[in-house]
């Protein structure tokens, strides 16, 4: 286990309250994802960057924001914006080499509650 | 956008039995179809994909088939286990692009 992680576990907030989740990943990998994860609806896409200092937004960007300042790492803020943030939230993270089958290496998740 | 279609949700199978499941997909220009699995409270692990150029692909208990005409593609489990119950996900990623658009999963449960 290791290369992906993402911290903390378990994330419990007040509403109205912003909150970040942390991502970090030694594979040297350049493209990192965040997506949200509800019973039913499979893996949503929510933010994603192929390189340092560049994100595009995904299926579901409104209330999240994220940065990638460095190659390792990947933070996602769930902001006040968020209607219904309780979800569990998965990193993951791939190559960009063309032609390759850019296996993507998820993280273990952190389930965030809004109280 | 790709859009990927799962069937069924739900999978409930006797040990030793065969599991199949289904998805299709909208985008033509999708050429690479991982599967995933994704036990509870675990996170989602690559267990087979397939690209575009290729029918089917085996890996012991677990095949995979491509239609590409039909635009769809299914994973077979055969011999299965009590520890091949989890949440499967199969997805479809358009060419030159690096983003999945996944199916929303098929829990299946096989029981002893």
Same mark, same amino acid.
């Given at each position: 286990?290791?290369?992906?992680? *993402? ?10 309250? @912003? ?21 039913? *609806?499979?893996? !949503?896409?929510?933010?994603? %960057?192929?390189?340092? #200092?560049?994100?595009?937004?995904? &299926? ?19 902001? %006040?914006?968020?209607? #219904? ?8 993270? %791939? ?5 390759? &089958? #850019? ?13 | 956008g790709e859009n990927v279609e799962q069937h069924p949700s739900t999978l409930s199978v006797q040990e030793g039995? %065969? ?7 909208? &985008?033509?220009?999708? @050429? ?5 699995? *994704?036990?509870?409270?675990? !996170? ?5 994909d397939i690209r575009s150029n290729v029918g089917e692909k085996k890996d012991q208990r677990i095949a995979v ?15 299965? *286990? ?10 479809? !990623? ?19």
């Amino acid at each position: 286990d290791g290369g992906i992680t *993402q911290s903390p576990k378990y994330l419990f907030r007040k509403e109205g309250q @912003n909150v970040t989740l942390s991502c970090e990943q030694n594979l040297n990998h350049d493209a990192m994802y965040w997506y949200r994860q509800d019973p039913g *609806q499979g893996l !949503r896409l929510i933010y994603y %960057s192929q390189i340092v #200092n560049d994100f595009q937004k995904g &299926d579901i960007a409104e209330g999240y924001s994220v940065s990638r300042e460095k190659k390792e790492s990947f933070p996602l803020t769930v902001t %006040s914006a968020q209607k #219904n943030p309780t979800a569990f939230y998965l990193c993951a993270s %791939s190559t960009r080499l063309a032609g390759v &089958d #850019n296996e993507q290496f998820f993280g273990p998740g952190t389930r965030l509650t809004v109280l | 956008g790709e859009n990927v279609e799962q069937h069924p949700s739900t999978l409930s199978v006797q040990e030793g039995d %065969s599991a199949v499941i289904k998805c299709t997909y909208s &985008d033509s220009a999708s @050429n690479y179809f991982p599967w995933y699995k *994704q036990e509870l409270g675990k !996170r989602p692990q690559l267990i087979i994909d397939i690209r575009s150029n290729v029918g089917e692909k085996k890996d012991q208990r677990i095949a995979v088939t491509l239609n590409k005409t039909a635009k769809h593609f299914s994973l077979h489990i055969t011999e299965t *286990q009590p520890e091949d119950s989890a949440v499967y996900f199969c997805a479809a !990623r358009p060419s030159g692009y690096s983003t999945l658009t996944f199916g929303k999963g098929t829990m299946l449960l096989v029981s002893p």
